[in-house]
């Protein structure tokens, strides 16, 4: 299993949770605060099979505005993919 954790804009948010919970993935969406405390992001966990990262991370990236991926300083969504030991819901 792996979690997805990526951090966007507020203004993608709506559309891209809408999109992965259509998907059928789970998803679990908090206010988050970057860029020395700017404000104005939201960021997504989703633990997926490892079977399923690469669609959820096509869903995403094709739903965010295109920038240039070199500039990492104008990314538009930044995402990390852990692995996860254990995952229970209770």
Known sequence: MKMILAI????????IS????????????FA???GLLSGGTTTFMVVV???????????????TPHS????????????????VKDFERV
């Open 8 to 15: 966007m804009p507020t203004n993608l948010s709506d559309l």
């Open 49 to 63: 099979n490892d079977d399923k990262v690469n669609s959820a991370l096509d869903l995403i990236r094709n739903l």
């Open 32 to 34: 988050s605060t970057a």
């Open 18 to 29: 809408t999109e992965l919970v259509n998907a059928e993935f789970r998803v679990t969406k």
């Open 68 to 83: 240039d991926p070199t500039d990492s300083a104008h990314a538009r969504v930044t995402i990390y993919v852990m692995p």
